[in-house]
Every structure is written in structure tokens, then in C-alpha cells.
């Protein structure tokens, strides 16, 4: 089988996912890189060959071309045990890769770009006026995870699945985007049990 290429950039926590994906399972992945600051996932050869919506990561597959983080990771990991069996585990699975999607990735990423890779002096009007509510927002979230962290141990069953790590991408660099986790002493609790899994990676 030819190995999967992730398209990426090494800052970003989607694209981190998927290598923390394949580096618990053990399976190899070649590099693309790219510079997002740059512009070079909207440059018109990347809108027609990789993915028309200009946005890492994209897992490529022999000549297929798969946006979204948390479709990669399925993909990668089908038929391993960080996808649960069990009908309701795995629907739950993907309850919680959807609240990362829809509450967490787009506060808590969002800020951590605005505010670490941008700068504050450097933000927009519009960028400013939504920053508020997003940290709300991402606290929120981050309340939430903590309330389920105090018990239970994964997100899912008894055991990691893709749940924890579409979730600890961002959470374990949220101090970026101005969030403080010693608030958060389950979801810090949970983090360290993440670093400690075999075949762990770091973030670049
Ligand atoms: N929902 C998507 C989000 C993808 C996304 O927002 N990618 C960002 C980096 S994390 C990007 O490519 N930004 C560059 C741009 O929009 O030009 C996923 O989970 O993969």
C-alpha cells in the first residue's frame, strides 16, 4: 500500500491530529508542507488539486484527496481500537468529534491563530468584536470537558479513542489562545494520560 501523504502545515492542531492518529498506530505518513500565513494552500494549483475549500489538512490517498481533520483520522484508524465497536460508543465517538468541529476547534483554535499567530495589535475590527465571545465560548467548552474528565478517565469507554484526540489537539495548546487549563485540573489530568499512550508525538 502506498503511504497516505498528509498535506500540512506543522502549527496547525487539525493537521496534528492526524499525525497523533498515525503515530499511535504505527503507521508512516510522508509530509507536504506548506505555509498557510503565506497563502499557499489558495493558490490556484492547491484550489484545483487538493482541496477547493484552500484549507489544510488533506490526507491524500493514492490519487483521492480527503479535507477535514476528523475524516482523516477515521480513515486512518477504521478498524483499530481508537474507534469503538460498540453501536452507542461509537456514535458517541463521533458526538464528541462533532462538538470539537462545531463548540471547541472553532473558540479555542480561533483565538490561539488570532493571538498567536497573528498578534493582537494586528487584528481586525471584526476579528476584535468576536473575541469576547469566544473566549466565553471556548471556556465554555473547556467546562464542559472538565465536568466529564472529573469522571471518567477517556471521553469514550475506558480506553482512548479518536474522541480524545480530535479534543487534546487544541486543549494541550490552548494557552496560546489566552486560555488558563490550571482552571481545568480533570481536563490537565486527561492531557498527561494523552502524553503517556504509547507512541505519542508531540506537536512540532
Ligand atoms: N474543519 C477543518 C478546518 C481546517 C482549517 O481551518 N484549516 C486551517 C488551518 S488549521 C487552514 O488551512 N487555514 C488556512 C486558510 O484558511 O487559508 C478541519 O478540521 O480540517
Redesign the pocket.
Known amino acids: 500500500m502506498i503511504d497516505p501523504i498528509l498535506h500540512e ?1 506543522p502549527r ?4 496534528y491530529k492526524i499525525k497523533l492518529t498515525a503515530a499511535l498506530l504505527g503507521m508512516p505518513l510522508t509530509i507536504q508542507r506548506y505555509d ?1 500565513l503565506a ?1 499557499e ?2 493558490t490556484p494549483e492547491f484550489l484545483t488539486r487538493v482541496n477547493a475549500n ?4 488533506v490526507l491524500q490517498i493514492g490519487d483521492r484527496f480527503l ?4 475524516a482523516a483520522c477515521y480513515y486512518l484508524a477504521t478498524g483499530s481500537a481508537l474507534i469503538p465497536g460498540e453501536r452507542f460508543d461509537h456514535a458517541d465517538m463521533l458526538r464528541w468529534m462533532f462538538f470539537e ?1 462545531n463548540s471547541h ?1 472553532p473558540n479555542i ?1 480561533t483565538l490561539r ?1 488570532w493571538l498567536h499567530f497573528i498578534g493582537e495589535a494586528q487584528l481586525s475590527q471584526e476579528q476584535e468584536a468576536q473575541t469576547m465571545a469566544k473566549r466565553i465560548a471556548g471556556c465554555n467548552a473547556l467546562t464542559l470537558m472538565d465536568r466529564h474528565l472529573q469522571v471518567h478517565d477517556w471521553f469514550v469507554g475506558t480506553s482512548v479513542t479518536l474522541a480524545d484526540i480530535a479534543l487534546s489537539a487544541y486543549t494541550h495548546v490552548a494557552s496560546d489562545g489566552g486560555f488558563d487549563l490550571g482552571d481545568y485540573p480533570a481536563v490537565q489530568a486527561w492531557l498527561a494520560r494523552v502524553a503517556r499512550l504509547p507512541g505519542y508525538v508531540a506537536m512540532a
Do not use: K, L, M, Y
Not at 54 to 57: A, D, L
Not at 67 to 70: A, H, I, L, R
Open positions: 502545515d496547525s492542531g487539525n493537521c498557510i497563502g494552500t489558495r484552500g484549507r489544510i489538512p479535507p477535514e481533520s476528523n468541529q476547534e483554535a491563530f
